[in-house]
Each structure stands twice: as C-alpha cells, then as structure tokens.
C-alpha cells in the first residue's frame, strides 16, 4: 500500500489525508503541536470551501457549528458605530456571512473524518531530514525514527519546515505585507461588552486595529493589528510587543492586552505572502496550502485555498494511479497537474486590491474615516443603482451589489 507523509495537521493537511486514506493510502500526518491547534477565527463557508466539504461528505457536520452572526460594524473609542454590514448586505455576498464557523471546529471535523478513515497520528513531532533514496523519501522525525515514505506533502503553514528542508531557506520566499496579527479567544466575564451576533472592527491611527468577534457561547474571538514585518517567538516577548503597539489605545485596547496574558492560544504572526516560483514539488516531495502560496490573512482566502489544493492534489495523485503504483514517473506527473490546477487560482488570490493593507490598518484619523465612508456609500441604494446600471442594467432587484473588498483577515479566510 503507498504511504504517504502529511506534513501539519492543518486544514490542507487534515483535508488532504481524509482524501487520500479514502483511496485507498496508508496516512501517516506529523504534527509539530501536541494535539489538533485550537485558535483562529471564523472561516467562510461561501464559495471554494463548501464545495470541497460536499464532496468530502462533511458539509452536514460543518454547518452545525455555524457561529450566529449578524454582520460587521467600524466603531468608534467610544463603541459608538460610524458603519455597518450586516450579514444580509449584498443579497448575502458582503463581509461577514451568515455561514461560518470557528477554524478550530473545521480542524476537528476534519480531524475526526481522518481518524475514522484510518489516518495515523504523530503529535508533537517534527520532520529533521529528507533523503531521497530508490525506494522513496526517507524521513528522519525529530523523535528519533526513519521511515520511507513514497511521498511526502508539506502542509505545515506558511512559515513550512518542509519547504525549509527541501527547497531552502524562507527568506527566499517570503514577502511581508508589513503588518502583523495577534489573535486569541477571550473568556466573557460578568464584565465584558458583548456581541450580540456582530464582529466589531475599531481602527486607531498609526495602522492599528482591534477586533472582536463572536465565538462559542460565552467567548469572543479578538484580533490585534499593528505595523511590524517580523514578530519574536517567546511568549514574553510577544506580548512586550503587544504592549508597545497598544499601549494607551482606545475602545476595549486595555482589556484585550489583560486577556492576551491568559489567553491559552495566543497566536502571533506576520502578514505574508509566500512566492514559489520554481514550483512547489521536487521528486516525491511537494508543498500544499499557506506552505506552498500563502496568499496571507488579507486576502481571505487562505483556508479555500487550502481545502481546494488538498482536494486538487488528491485528484491528480488519483488520476495518475499513483497509489497503484508510486513510482517516480507517476508522481512527477501528479504533482504536475496539481500545479497545473492550482498555480493560476493562487496566483490570483495573492493580488490584493490596491490598498488593502492600508485599508485594513489606516494611518490617519482621516483614513479611517474614509474607510467607514466607503462601507456605508457602497451599500447605499442610489450607489447600488449607478453599478448596476454601469454593469448593464440587470432588469430585477436582487438586493445585490458588487462585492465590496474581502473583509479584515483577522478573520479567515472564504
Ligand atoms: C491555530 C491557527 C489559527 C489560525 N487563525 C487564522 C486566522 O484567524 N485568520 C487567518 O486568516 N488565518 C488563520 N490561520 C491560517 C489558516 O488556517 C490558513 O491560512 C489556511 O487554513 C490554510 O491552511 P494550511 O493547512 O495551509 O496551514 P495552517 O492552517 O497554518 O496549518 C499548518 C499546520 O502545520 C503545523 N506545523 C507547523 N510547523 C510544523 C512542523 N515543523 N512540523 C509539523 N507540523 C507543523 C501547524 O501547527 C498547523 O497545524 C490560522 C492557522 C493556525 C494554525
């Protein structure tokens, strides 16, 4: 039986083995994290993601975890609203939608349909060396075992071990945006301002931005947005830099920066993008996911991109017969028509519109004026009416609009 390597059991990760050990391959996934991470905010179901969960016959159980919500609003220090979306906006294509679900219980779904299709498991481990031998890759786990696998797949996140290993150093690949994203999930207390369905987004000058989101009943899912390319590691550092970035802050600033200390799955990272160019396999190793074409949070659409790589690369792997019979031709040839596939939907989710990252993070008080101007101008009837005219005059009101810009990738992606 061919034996696959899955490298990170993240979204792409989880999806691609659920694909591959249905036909027919042994799995093994090798996640760094000693169990299934938890954290992240909500993914969008609209588009590339749900279909890709029909086909897994996972749907059903995803819909169950929708979070209620009932749009977006820009406040100002004082919570007051200067703008708002709601869910309905754009006959149901604005920011925020009315199907999503945290990323953690994407992961776990994924991660059950995994483990029931005989999906085998190596938390807290890592791979330490890649050899390529006549008999497939021979792979040394940071535990201590070698192994030989016929491929191997690095899914393990934009900042990839596996590319490392195999195709060098990040710094050849990465390209900051230039902001960096704490996240983490807040407990409400007897205190705490709540929700009630809506994600609240308050900019303050100087390329600043909290957010906070609805979560699992009595939590929130809060988003901290500041300038930085690089972000330190240790948790102390990270959140001396959380400080010097809000410190005196308006809105819940204070509050956030408290909970941040306590939070159990603090996340901080970098804003990048991840340019490929020589491609993303090299003999029976290849990248999927944020590892391969991390089109960052701002493009909002890293976990489609995610589940539609993992499906699309379980299809070539299918459609050469490599499980049959993995040889070096075979594979090559698979992976080839991954890229195929894949190569022009990555290249276009990593074009983000001019000026998103100012827009998400705006510089001025004028900025973020202009910002919540646009949100409330694009969803006026008479704006409507002049694009739909320019469009073509479509004869009925659907109540759509143009797409406005994808939303703040604080929260994830669609
Ligand atoms: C905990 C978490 C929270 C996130 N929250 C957000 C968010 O709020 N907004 C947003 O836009 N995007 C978020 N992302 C990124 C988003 O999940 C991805 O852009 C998208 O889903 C594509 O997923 P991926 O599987 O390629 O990468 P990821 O989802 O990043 O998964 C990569 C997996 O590989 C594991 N891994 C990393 N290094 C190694 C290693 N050396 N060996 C083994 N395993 C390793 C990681 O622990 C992780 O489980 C988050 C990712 C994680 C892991």
Redesign the pocket.
Known sequence: MAHALV????????ALAVALARDGWRVTV????PE????????DLRGDSRQVLVDLGLIDEVLAHLVPQRGIAWIRADGSRMAEMPVEAFGGRGLISSEELL??DL?RVLHGAAGAAGVEYRFA???EQLTDTTEGVEVRFRSGPVEVFDVVVG????????RSLRFGPESAYRKPLGLA?A?FTLQEGPGTPLLDGWALSYNEPGRRGLTARPGHPGQQ?I?MTFAASTVPRAHDARLAVLDDAFHGAGWRAAEFLAAARTAP?L?LDTYDQIHIDRGWSDGRVVL????AW?A??LS?L??A???R?AAELAEALRRHGVSAEPTAERIRAAFSSFEQVMRPRAAAAQKLLPGRVRMVAPKTRRGIRANAMVMRVVQAPAFLRVVRFLAGGRGHDDGAGPEPSRPD?????G
């Open positions: 490298v990170g059991a993240g979204i792409a990760g989880e090798v996640e760094v994290a299934i991470r938890t954290g992240g905010q909500t993914v990323r953690s992961a481990d890592t791979v899914a393990d996140g934009s900042h990839s071990r596996t994203h996240w899912e988003g799955d996340a999927v996911g944020d590892a991390c960052s949070p909002g890293g976990t991109l995610g589940l790589g990738r604080s929260r994830q992606a």
